[in-house]
């Protein structure tokens, strides 16, 4: 049995037209289903869609062989038992430092003396920011960072940007670029061994011959 764990929400939605095309297809509607656990159109392959943030967890442990996991979720689990076997690129978007369009207004609000950056990672912020040699208190937040400079919790946030106009609806703007993100194919590393010859030809299908293999 191979089992490939998907991220819910996006990465999910376009997951399925490259599974679809890898003949991969689902036994239930994955957008509809309530189940968690869905069998395919190959035997001995089934699919776990589970929270974007589990998915590295999941592969790691070896409860999942494959998954299909954003790169910023798997820089910031650190990546660790697993394989990137290749960049999908789906799900693309960019990992931006942001602040607020009107930045001076806000400034007599102010009551703290380093700079606060709220995000939901911690761990690639504190590289990056060390990395430009500036010291900032990180506000860790699980969602809506885009509402931290608004209500005087933080100058700036870390988060992801695609079309850009959730920043801008309110009244934030891009400042740098820390990192292009996309969907990566992991693998779990004993499994790479164990049951390579099971993984192979799925793996094939969803990276195709142009896929990255590292
Ligand atoms: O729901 P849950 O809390 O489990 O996780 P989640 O909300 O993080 O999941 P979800 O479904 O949003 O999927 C997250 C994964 O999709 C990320 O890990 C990325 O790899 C990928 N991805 C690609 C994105 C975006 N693009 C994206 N734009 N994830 C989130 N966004 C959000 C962003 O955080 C911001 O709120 O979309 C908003 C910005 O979009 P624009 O178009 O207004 O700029
Ligand atoms: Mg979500």
Redesign the pocket.
């Known amino acids: 049995m191979v089992t490939l764990a998907l ?6 939605e376009e997951s399925i037209p490259l599974l679809e095309r890898a003949g991969i297809v689902p036994e239930e509607d994955l957008a509809k289903t309530r189940r968690l656990i869905v069998g395919t159109s190959i035997p001995g392959v089934r699919l776990v869609v589970i ?4 998915v590295p967890t999941y592969v790691r442990y070896g409860a999942a062989d494959l998954g299909i ?5 798997l820089l910031e689990d650190g990546g660790e038992g697993l394989y990137e076997l290749a960049d999908l690129g789906i ?3 960019r990992l931006m430092v942001a602040s607020p369009i009107d930045e001076m207004a806000r400034e007599g609000a102010r009551s703290w003396t380093r700079l606060r950056v709220a995000t ?1 990672y911690v761990r690639i912020t504190e590289r990056y920011l060390a990395a430009q040699g500036i010291q900032a208190d990180i506000i860790h937040l ?5 509402l931290a400079p608004l209500v005087g919790l933080a100058d700036r946030i870390v ?11 309110n009244g934030l703007k891009p400042i740098e670029h820390v990192l292009d ?3 990566w194919l992991v693998a779990n590393r004993a499994a790479m061994k164990m049951k390579y010859e099971a993984l192979r030809p799925v793996i094939a299908c969803l990276a195709g011959s142009e896929g990255n293999e590292r």
């Open positions: 991220s819910k929400g996006r990465i999910l929270r974007a943030a589990d996991a954003g790169r910023d979720v799900a693309t978007c939901k699980y969602g809506s960072m885009e988060d992801l940007v695609s079309s850009g106009r959730t920043l801008a609806a993100v996309s969907a």
